[in-house]
């Protein structure tokens, strides 16, 4: 038997790991889960237990998988990709090769890209529009910023 995994690394499925640390991250990637497969989505996968996570994009300067895809339940079953970004996440620059790989990989999938933030935080007030002038600042453009 390997007993090279210890404590947290044992529970969860490879490609989660990151997300279901994140408590705040953990729980609007499960409520936005919930949500696709509601509203019929299918092929969902997330870095949560119990889904299969999605696979990792080969970016050039690293690579990166995305807290969550589906197939939206549309006649061309357009693909999404969604990232979902804490207020800790929001101004920092390690996000921008992320983003920018995610963005590319939209724009080749004929994806939609889509962000997931938080309605309110404590420390800075409303995060949608922090998140819009980054992204506008980095040229990336979101098919959609969720707030929940």
């Known amino acids: 038997m390997d007993n ?3 404590g947290k690394e044992a529970l969860f499925s490879p490609g ?13 990637l499960w409520l936005m889960a919930e949500y696709f497969r509601t509203i019929g ?15 990792v994009l080969s970016g050039t300067i690293e690579d990166h998988r995305p807290d969550f895809t589906c197939r939206q339940s549309d006649s061309g079953r357009t693909p999404i990709i969604l990232e979902i970004v804490t207020p800790s996440m929001v ?16 724009k080749l999938y004929n994806a939609e890209l889509h962000f997931v933030v938080p309605k309110w935080a404590s420390s800075r007030g409303a995060i949608d529009p922090v998140l819009k002038r980054r992204l506008a600042r980095m040229e990336l453009t979101a098919n959609r910023v969720w707030t929940v």
């Open 4 to 6: 090279t995994n210890t």
């Open 16 to 28: 989660c790991e990151p997300v279901v640390e994140d408590e705040e991250r953990r729980r609007l």
């Open 41 to 55: 989505c299918t092929d969902i996968k997330a870095r949560l237990p119990g889904f299969m996570p999605p696979p």
């Open 91 to 106: 101004e920092d620059p390690a996000t921008e090769n992320r983003w920018s790989l995610l963005s590319s990989a939209a």
